[in-house]
């Protein structure tokens, strides 16, 4: 089964309580909120406001920036959006890459080996808080002395925990211990510090699977493929409608149609290309933004008997 969720952030209660009744009543897996301290909405908020008008969608994070989120706070933050939603709730987390974020709380964003190794420390630590473990640890990646959640426990047994990332070892653990690997094709961080270089290739996905297979050896049931749509066009010129994102990118056109990361073309090539995706890749999970909502929605029946 496909499965389609929408990653969102509020601007006004009204819009984003009625976004959230929209999406969970045309069959969308999950709204799930960006996390950017300093540039949106808390994502725990909106979500448990979400939550209120809503009964079955899952809810979470799209992703948490793991070097500048403390576990016990998120640990905290997850388990009571379970409590509110009555079993609901997601963890998402990355590694982050907005240097602003860093200075916002008053460091300097650290190199990637040092990225890499906060978010894997904060990854475990927060799945042993939720799990009802006491954690206490003293690293260069994180410090936490006899963190738990006393008196509050979340309403799942365990909470899925999506790892967002392109990265080598954090794909590879990832394989090992993550219930959904959130596959973002995301390369170096440009000067902006928000875009980035795409690693969207086939043969770069084919690399970055390679990392995920490894790391799930042994595994019983591996973890879930999920895609993070960029563009959501529903045309019958894909190749006109790609154009932009192709030069953006630098791909072509062709390259650019072939991955997971954009859905454009007419309904039936994009159902097609869903399929293709879960034959070649096995991405059988996928995050569109809210203006993908409307045209994608239509064909949410066809992709979900793929």
């Given amino acids: 089964m496909v499965i389609f969720s929408v990653q969102a952030r509020p601007t006004d209660a009204a819009s984003w309580l009625d976004l959230a009744r929209r999406v969970e009543a045309a069959g969308y897996d999950a709204l799930l909120a960006s996390d950017h301290p300093g540039y949106g909405a808390s994502p725990f908020v909106s979500l448990a406001a979400a939550a209120a008008v809503t009964s079955t969608l899952g809810l979470g994070s799209y992703v948490s920036n793991a070097g500048v989120r403390e576990p016990i706070l998120l640990a905290t933050d997850v388990a009571t959006l379970d409590v509110v939603s009555g079993g609901r709730a997601r963890v998402g987390l990355g590694a982050g890459h907005t240097p602003a974020e860093w200075r916002a709380v008053g460091r ?27 954690v206490t640890v003293d690293t260069p990646e994180l410090v936490a002395h006899a963190a738990r959640l006393g008196g509050l426990r979340p309403v799942q047994d365990r909470v899925p925990l999506t790892m967002g990332t392109a990265n080598s070892a954090l794909l590879r653990w990832a394989g090992a211990h993550a219930d959904v690997v959130g596959l973002t094709g995301f390369g170096r961080t440009l000067a902006d510090g928000h875009a980035h270089d795409v690693r969207w290739r086939a043969d770069q996905l084919d690399a970055q699977l390679a990392h995920v297979a490894a790391g799930a050896a042994g595994r019983a049931e591996p973890p879930a493929l999920e895609a993070l749509v960029q563009q959501v066009t529903v045309t019958d010129d894909a190749e006109a409608a790609a154009a932009e994102t192709a030069a953006d990118t630098g791909l072509t056109v062709a390259e650019l149609l072939a991955t997971p990361f954009v859905l454009i073309g007419t309904a039936e090539e994009i159902v097609a290309a869903v399929a293709a995706h879960r034959h070649r890749w096995g991405v059988t999970r996928f995050v569109v933004r809210a203006d993908a909502v409307a045209p994608l929605t239509p064909l949410l029946p066809r992709l979900a008997a793929l």
């Fill in 108 to 134: 300097e964003r650290p190199d990637v080996a040092a990225r890499v190794g906060r978010c894997v420390a904060v990854a475990e630590a927060v799945r042993d808080l939720l799990a009802g473990g006491e």
